[in-house]
């Protein structure tokens, strides 16, 4: 029964995601064309911008919330308001962050300072949904993926507006923020409206919290820069054209990166539960999610490099083509990137977080110097192979080369045996 309510949570957030996809896949098809490779290149030099300050936003929390719900129920309402106003204080610093750095990197170049301040101010409103991990514990994932649905549409809308209007850059660089203000509109109405624990706020809590999460913040930093990293060295190296080519193909990587964090985010619970009562149990759960993800990302990955030039030239018209070779030899890092999702649960878990740093960091490094020396003799190519490769080492090479994340890395192996896959499968057919 517990399976079942597993699967369908992970199904409505599948659902809505599809839905959304289908407007995503609109909307970058009419507003690629409309900006052009070099406007389009400084959209995605301010989500780099952005993406790099998130991390430190989040403090680490989503990493933890729910192994601290899981632990201590009793006290939900005091650990999500603090982790809020923790988020909220965090937010309007990176705002400040994001804009100052634009400035010192660009200088004398408005438009693309001006397009990263307006970009950033949905950090203050991504603050509210670490509310969802609520709602995660809760097997209530419906309610999240519905609200970040009608979001979704509403700036759909928006952007269709601004597009018939013909509206410049800035009016596409707020379009997020106003996506996110919805997003937290609605989880703070449907927290209430669901009974939600009355909110507070506690230094106690603040100081236990961070205590856990602080390994998180400095990892999650690390994952940002060689998932961003790239984007930025591109811009400053080869110019926005190129940028614009690359974030493109990086971008289709990801239009089905939903039903993994889906999947990933239902089972969470259950695996954090399955580890206070059978080790045994917790590792058989931990193997069936490596399976899936590797083999959902395998078969993803194949499609979209058999079909790369079709992809791309739908989704972001022939100007874009140059984009088919990097899309080809990017995608291939997303098997890597969600095996590292299931691999920071078992992490968590076993308490070896202390870890984390030592892998990003070095992962950090070693895709700084793969796009500084790749990057001016192959281009965005070069790059695409920077991120695979450094998604390679971080999130499988380094489990065995920590003898006490060995563990971590046999149950990722055991989990390629496509025979786990086929018996999970089996076993909900029951």
Excluded at 135 to 158: G, I, N
Excluded at 194 to 220: D, T
Excluded at 289 to 299: E, H, K, P, T
Aim: glycine fraction near 6%; charge should be positive; aromatic fraction near 12%.
């Amino acid at each position: 029964m517990k399976d079942y309510r597993v699967v369908k949570n992970a199904s409505w957030i599948i659902v809505c995601k599809v839905i959304e996809a289908v407007f995503h896949l609109s909307i970058t098809m009419l507003t690629t064309r409309y900006l052009g490779p070099s406007n389009y290149g400084i959209i995605n030099y301010a989500v780099s911008l952005v993406a790099f300050a998130l991390p430190i936003m989040q403090l680490g929390l989503r990493n933890i919330l729910i192994n601290e719900f899981v632990n201590a129920p009793e006290q939900k309402g005091r650990t999500l308001g603090t982790a809020l106003c923790m988020n909220f204080l965090s937010s309007l610093l990176c705002v400040v962050g994001v804009t100052a750095f634009s400035a010192i990197a660009n200088p004398g170049d408005t438009e693309t300072v001006l397009v990263c301040l307006l970009y950033s101010f949905c950090l203050v409103f991504q603050a509210v949904e670490v509310m969802q991990y609520w709602f995660q514990e809760l097997l209530l994932s419906k309610y999240v993926s519905l609200s970040m649905l009608a979001a979704y549409v509403l700036m759909s809308v928006y952007q269709v507006i601004i597009l018939l209007l013909h509206k410049n850059i800035y009016w596409f660089a707020v379009s997020e923020a106003i996506r996110h203000m919805i997003v937290a509109a609605l989880l703070l109405i449907l927290y209430r409206k669901k009974g939600g624990e009355k909110l507070s706020v506690s230094l106690a809590a603040c100081r236990r919290m961070l205590s856990r999460s602080k390994h998180y913040i400095l990892s999650n930093l690390m994952i940002t820069i060689y998932a961003q990293v790239d984007k930025i060295m591109l811009m400053e190296m080869a110019g926005e054209t190129v940028t614009g080519y690359y974030s493109a193909a990086y971008n289709c990587t990801y239009m089905t990166n939903f039903v993994f964090l889906a999947i990933v985010d239902s089972m969470r619970p259950g695996i954090f539960r399955s580890k206070l009562t059978s080790e045994e149990t917790f590792e058989k759960k931990l193997t069936q999610l490596y399976a899936i993800v590797i083999w959902l990302s395998v078969a993803q990955s194949l499609v979209f490099t058999v079909f790369a030039p079709l992809i791309i030239r739908i989704l972001n018209g022939v100007a874009y083509l140059p984009a088919v070779g990097m899309l080809q030899i990017v995608v291939w890092f997303t098997v890597f990137t969600h095996v590292g999702l299931v691999r920071d649960m078992w992490i968590l878990t076993e308490e070896k977080q202390k870890y984390l740093w030592r892998i990003n960091i070095f992962g950090a490094v070693f895709n700084v110097a793969l796009n500084y020396f790749l990057i001016p003799a192959l281009g965005g190519e070069g790059a695409a192979i920077a991120s695979l490769l450094s998604q390679f080492i971080t999130n499988v090479a380094m489990c065995f080369v920590f003898k006490e994340l060995r563990r971590a890395g046999i149950l990722m192996a055991r989990g390629a045996d496509p025979r786990v896959l086929i018996g999970f499968l089996a076993g909900l057919r029951k």
